[in-house]
């Protein structure tokens, strides 16, 4: 079971709460273990959009794989917004200090910077707060016009419907870029759109087209990436011949039905690596017969 802990701040932007709350509650619908909580530091909590909100003010006891996430309050400019207690603050330190992800939506960056968890880090906020951001943490390396941007365990998100993107992105790095376009289709949202060039998944940055057979071939390399899937095989699954696929595939994706695989292969093995699986056996894992092809691969990404 994984938690997502919400923390509200007076003035939330409901929609920087309720996009990812809903992407992670989806998940949950179709079988992935997500459990959702949502602390403040009053019982009451009002909105930036005049409902008020109840949650809790007992945290519950977190583990690594577990999240928490700032959604974004109501603000013009950060300075004197979004006020916390320096215990409530401390939480997200603690938590990302034993080794879980710590998230924000637009403003929510701001509680993220006070305690330092942006300094030496790449982030990004709301288009409108990003040159206050940048002067009030100036050890933050702050990326504009980016949709999220992932540094490290902690997860910064442009603002408002990025949030969900920003979910989406965490559901296809810890379940497999199938697993998220399921939960996109769910939610009837275009789950397409590019965080930060290099931290968005692959699944997100190839599919900003509207080719059917493009997107079917793609359902197909989701949800079996790992496995030997050849041209005639993906052809006959989208109901057209091999040069049609070939020619329709290139010209929405920019890209092949092969190496499209393999940026998702590759995508994954970096994902298994960074949580401690040798070259070899994250190699394995996503369906290489040995390390070399993903050590090929993993080269000419950083080129």
Known sequence: MTRVVFLLVPDVHLLDLAGPAQ???TAAGVGYDYRLTYVAEREEVPTAQGVPLRASVQWPELGPDDLI????WRAMA???TGRLAAATLERLVAH????????SVCAGADALGRVGLLDGRRCTTHHQLQDELAR???RAAVVRDVLYVVDDRVVTSAGIASGIDLALHL???RHGPGVAARVAREMVVYARRNGDEQQSSAMLRHRAH???VAHRVQDLIDARFADRLSLADLAAASGVSERTLTRVFGRATGTTPLRYQQLLRVERAEHLIGHGSTVESAARAVGFQDARMLRRLRGRETR
């Open 23 to 25: 992407v992670f509650h």
């Open 69 to 72: 996430v700032v959604p974004g």
């Open 78 to 80: 950060l300075e004197g």
């Open 96 to 103: 990302h200090r034993a080794g879980g992800t710590v998230a």
């Open 136 to 138: 009030r943490y100036p």
């Open 171 to 173: 559901i296809a790095v």
């Open 210 to 212: 509207v080719s059917e």
